[in-house]
């Protein structure tokens, strides 16, 4: 498997608070993504990192905001949670944007009471 | 829009070839045929990839239509491990990966 973990694996938070999700990675590669799934509407890209200190959005990105100082670290904040981010993260490693494989990691479950 | 079509659900016998239609008629010439599958409570995982060519390896071969038009993955003896959601996804180099809601494939004893 590769080297990604999560942390912290579950949390209970309530509205309006900050939440910071990490996602780190031994295998030294360059793009990082941060994933949502949810009933229904099966994995939505957040946010994604093509290097250290660059990043772009994706197709869910209200409401959060990212931050990769090192390599290996790639964080996803929630600035003031909502209800409506009540859902499972996945970060996932790719070495190459065009690669074919993006390996996972083993989730995130968080709940905005 | 979803590039791809698959069933919502199927079942399979331990032991027996499992075979996951997916249908991508709008598929582009630069696009690839991915298969990722979610074991629940699971980060998914990548199974196989191909652009024309059949492809095979040690988790699944990968049938796509001359056409292109529509693929098959084949778990040639599934087991109960198997059981998992398996996605199909079409994507060029330059995009991101778009997961939609899959085949539930359920292997029964």
């Known amino acids: 498997d590769a080297g990604i973990t999560q942390s912290p694996r579950h949390k209970v938070t309530e509205t309006g608070t900050p939440v910071t999700l990490r996602c780190h990675q031994t295998e030294n590669h360059r793009y990082m993504y941060w994933y949502r799934q949810d009933p229904g509407h099966g994995l939505r890209l957040i946010h994604y990192?093509?290097?250290?200190?660059?990043?772009d959005k994706g197709e869910v990105s209200d409401g959060y905001s990212v931050s990769r100082s090192k390599t290996e670290d790639f964080l996803l904040t929630l600035e003031s949670a909502t209800s409506s981010q009540t859902s499972v993260y996945f970060c996932?490693?790719?070495?190459?944007?065009?690669?074919?494989?993006?390996?996972f990691g083993p989730g995130t479950r968080l709940t905005v009471t | 829009d979803a590039k791809t079509t698959q069933p919502t659900s199927m079942d399979c016998a331990e032991g027996r070839a499992a075979n996951l239609p997916c249908n991508h008629s709008t598929i582009s010439g630069n696009e690839y045929v991915y298969w990722y599958r979610q074991i629940h409570s699971q980060g998914p995982q990548y199974i196989i990839h191909g652009l024309k060519n059949n492809e095979t390896n040690e988790m699944a071969s990968l049938i796509i239509t001359e056409d292109r038009k529509s693929s098959t993955l084949i778990l040639p003896h599934a087991t109960l491990r198997d059981t998992a959601v398996y996605y199909c996804i079409v994507r060029s180099g330059s995009e991101k990966l778009v997961f939609g809601k899959g085949t539930k494939l359920t292997v029964n004893p």
């Open positions: 996932a490693i790719s070495e190459y944007e065009q690669t074919y494989e993006q390996y």
């Open positions: 990192s093509y290097g250290v200190k660059d990043t």
